[in-house]
């Protein structure tokens, strides 16, 4: 099995639009294929990456319950 390491490394994190002024809030970064997700208070402790089409399921589901 091969397994692909996405490089995140020189991928910028973004807040959503509607981040809360107490910073408890997530950053996203795309690459190509992927997309991780990290805690802004805890930066230096590492995203989860998740492929694309998966990230895009879960913000389709997240829409739908607005």
Do not use: W, Y
Request: charged share 20%; net charge positive; hydrophobic share 45%.
């Amino acid at each position: 099995m091969t397994v692909i390491r996405p490089d995140f490394a020189s991928a910028t994190f973004k807040t959503s639009t509607f981040t809360e002024a107490n910073g408890t809030c997530v950053e996203v970064a795309v690459v190509p294929g992927f997309a991780a997700v990290r805690d802004t208070k805890h930066r230096a402790g590492g995203h989860l990456s998740v492929p694309a089409p998966a990230f895009a399921d879960l913000l389709s589901s997240v829409r739908a319950e607005r």
